[in-house]
């Protein structure tokens, strides 16, 4: 039996056993992280360093309220009613239902949800009662009284 085949097998086994070893030594995961989101460079200006740079349009003012924690309030209906002016609580609180359903309406939201307990979940968030709010949110079932 000739065992020169063998030790070439051998040979190359080893050979990609040691280079795996040294592949292993190098955490590659911050470098993958760095090429897919690269810091800024300090050293680099940036192209228009001259301009003064722009408030941020998308941040939201700190006077709004998560609007997600009334029953029945997604993400998608939370942005409808940001973007009628619906920010907080108390603005939510001091519509009606049938002004509510018209934002969705007018968002193309008609009849997929209904707001008609929305004004009164608002105005105990907005008066901090939390503990009145999830019992009466235990009533309910996507924002509607149970019958």
């Known amino acids: 039996m000739d065992m ?30 760095e090429a897919y989101h690269p810091a800024p460079s300090p050293t680099i200006p940036h192209h228009h360093a001259e301009e003064a740079p722009a408030p941020k349009a998308a941040s939201k003012p700190a006077s709004e309220d998560d609007l997600r924690k009334i029953e029945g309030i997604g993400p998608k209906i939370e942005a409808a009613l940001k973007a009628a002016g619906i920010r907080t609580f108390a603005d939510l609180a001091a519509k009606t239902p049938e002004e509510l359903q018209a934002v969705l309406d007018a968002a193309g939201f008609a009849r997929i949800s209904n707001p008609e307990t929305w004004p009164e979940q608002a105005a105990l968030a907005a008066k901090g009662d939390w503990e009145a709010l999830a019992a009466l949110q235990k009533t309910l079932k996507g924002g509607r009284r149970r019958a």
């Open 4 to 33: 020169t085949a063998f030790w070439w097998f051998f040979g190359a086994l080893l050979v990609i056993f040691f280079f795996l070893f040294v592949l292993s030594l190098y955490d590659v995961g911050p470098a993958v992280k």
